[in-house]
């Protein structure tokens, strides 16, 4: 079988669901200043409708997303069988005063309740982040055991 590719709808798959609630950070994929892509790896909180991402004063990746940019992100797991969820989007970016609830949310679940909870709380009370929610529109979903890229299933055929 060839991947799955499609809507939000995908978002619902296990191995997407597994993913979304992994500890692996997000891949996210976004154009810099100059044109030439960028990838850095993030937390992310997934909301049920967006994926969203908290960031620090300063990041470099402020400068360049903007909300409406589209971007992409990947969830992939390092042990055979790989399991993959790739998501394009839009962003949706803005600017806070205090700790990004999400931001919050993922360092709980990245670091565990307690660690994640000091770690939040070492962070200066009036602090400004950057949120970055993306709202999904293309999803796809590969496990490496039913569903494989294109270009490994086209070898049958060649």
């Keep these: 079988m060839t991947m799955v590719k499609g809507g939000t709808e995908l978002l619902q798959d296990p191995v ?44 470099p990746k402020l400068k360049a997303l903007q909300s ?3 971007v992409a992100l990947t969830i992939d797991t390092n042990d055979p069988p790989h399991h993959i969820l790739s998501i394009r989007g839009t962003a949706e ?14 360092a709980a679940r990245y ?10 709380g070492s962070l200066p009370p009036d602090i400004r982040m950057g949120r970055i929610a993306v709202r999904p529109d293309q999803v796809v979903v590969l ?16």
């Design 111 to 120: 670091l565990g309740q307690e660690q994640g909870e000091a770690y939040v």
């Design 143 to 158: 496990d490496f055991e039913t569903r494989f890229p294109t270009a490994v299933t086209s070898l049958g055929s060649a």
């Design 68 to 70: 409406g940019d589209r």
């Design 16 to 59: 997407a669901q597994e993913l979304l609630a992994s500890r692996i950070p997000a891949r996210l994929a976004y154009n810099w200043t100059d044109g030439s892509p960028r990838v850095v790896s993030i937390w992310f909180h997934w909301d049920g409708s967006d994926i969203v991402m908290g960031t620090l004063p300063g990041a």
């Design 93 to 106: 970016v803005t600017q806070t005063k205090g700790v990004v609830t999400e931001y919050a949310q993922a």
